[in-house]
């Protein structure tokens, strides 16, 4: 079975601090993708890579940046995190040419004070 | 902007009826098409793709593609309570970006 594992599903950070929230794939998937899900503005997309130390910027990048190192891990770092960036985090993962068949994480409620 | 759209609900349905989902993109280069289930707390799952112009069914669920019109609908036949979720309809266009829109919430009623 294909899987995204997210590594924290609760997060409770204070306003300024850094946070990694890390994504693993286990399906030799190519593309990887982390969105953000907010009441009444559905997901969008905030960075995607379709191969390993590529990254490019989806429709709301700004406050965050991403890592991928290894084909299967794609991190999503917020330097300083801010109250606006409460939020849940879904990580997906694609093969490539497999268009928006996307395989989703459990997602990663964060919190921040 | 491009942009994909769908009534947000919530749409009720009787058990057993035929539950009818809707939405439009304004992307016309559009190239495929896809709908999620999505149970509260809980990440979306794919249910349908579909990417050419006609129906595809799939068990209990059909989805329908017009590219003219630039609607995409999905069907689902003889509701059951285990349906109620949310339904986001996705898209993906021809710069290979995947847009979803904001969901349908479905609540089947027993």
């Known amino acids: 079975d294909v899987k995204v594992t997210q590594s924290s599903r609760y997060l409770v950070k204070r306003t300024g601090e850094k946070v990694f929230l890390e994504c693993v794939q286990d399906m030799d998937h190519e593309n990887m993708f982390w969105y953000r899900q907010d009441p009444g503005l559905g997901l969008r997309l905030i960075y995607f890579s379709y191969d390993v130390k590529m990254k490019e910027k989806g429709d709301i990048p700004e406050g965050y940046s991403v890592s991928r190192e290894k084909k299967e891990r794609f991190s999503l770092i917020l330097e300083s995190a801010s109250t606006n960036q409460t939020s849940m985090y879904l990580c997906?993962?694609?093969?490539?040419?497999?268009?928006?068949?996307?395989?989703f994480g459990e997602g990663s409620r964060l919190t921040v004070l | 902007q491009k942009e994909v759209e769908q009534n947000s609900g919530p749409l009720s349905v009787p058990e057993g009826a035929i539950a009818s989902l809707n939405c439009t993109y304004s992307d016309r280069g559009s190239q495929s098409f896809f709908w999620y289930r999505q149970y509260s707390g809980k990440s979306p799952e794919l249910i349908m793709s579909i990417y050419s112009n006609g129906d595809k069914e799939d068990g209990r669920f059909t989805a329908q593609l017009n590219k003219a019109s630039q609607y995409v609908s999905l069907l689902i036949r003889d509701s059951q309570p285990s349906d109620s979720a949310t339904y986001l309809c996705?898209?993906?266009?021809?710069?290979?970006?995947?847009?979803f829109g904001k969901g349908t919430r479905l609540h089947i009623l027993p």
């Open positions: 996705a898209v993906n266009d021809k710069d290979d970006k995947i847009i």
């Open positions: 997906a993962s694609s093969l490539t040419g497999a268009g928006g068949e996307l395989f």
